[in-house]
């Protein structure tokens, strides 16, 4: 079944590592077979990166993209026990990404990582708070 994705102006889609830049108006494309990719809005740049929630979803996308994922599965594997060592709540969020791997849908993983990043930001807040209220 294709997909019909709407792009908005200058906005980047990657398919299958490449870059696509729209032009000043929206854009609609259809996508009619299997393929990678990656909008604009569910990338996270690995310079914006800064916390190691943000640092597994880089690896995601890198494994979302990738040709042969297996190196990249090891780096993933390292970087969620690290990340379950700091922040056990994590587990329910971990669950999802390695489920939906091994399922090979890793577009799913990508998104469960974004909520995992949601969830990594509320608890600095909430650690924030509590060191500025002491």
Do not use: W
């Not at 079944?1 to 108006?25: C, Q, Y």
């Not at 990719?37 to 690896?59: M, N, Q």
């Not at 594997?77 to 999802?96: E, N, T």
Request: charged share 25%; net charge negative.
């Amino acid at each position: 079944m294709p997909l019909r994705i709407t792009l908005k102006p200058f906005e980047r889609l990657i398919i299958n590592g490449a870059s696509i830049r729209n032009g000043s108006r929206n854009s609609n494309f259809l996508i009619e077979n299997q393929c990678k990719f990656l909008r604009e809005g569910e990338i996270i740049h690995e310079s914006e990166a800064d916390t190691p929630c943000k640092k597994l979803c880089v690896t995601l996308q890198v494994l979302h993209l990738s040709e042969d994922p297996a190196e990249v599965e090891n780096l993933f594997f390292l970087q969620a026990v690290d990340i379950m060592k700091m922040m056990p709540s994590a587990a329910s969020f971990m669950s999802v990404i390695q489920n939906a791997l091994a399922e090979k849908n890793t577009h799913a993983a990508i998104k469960a990582g974004k909520q995992l990043v949601y969830h990594e930001r509320d608890l600095l807040a909430a650690r924030s708070d509590e060191t500025a209220a002491a």
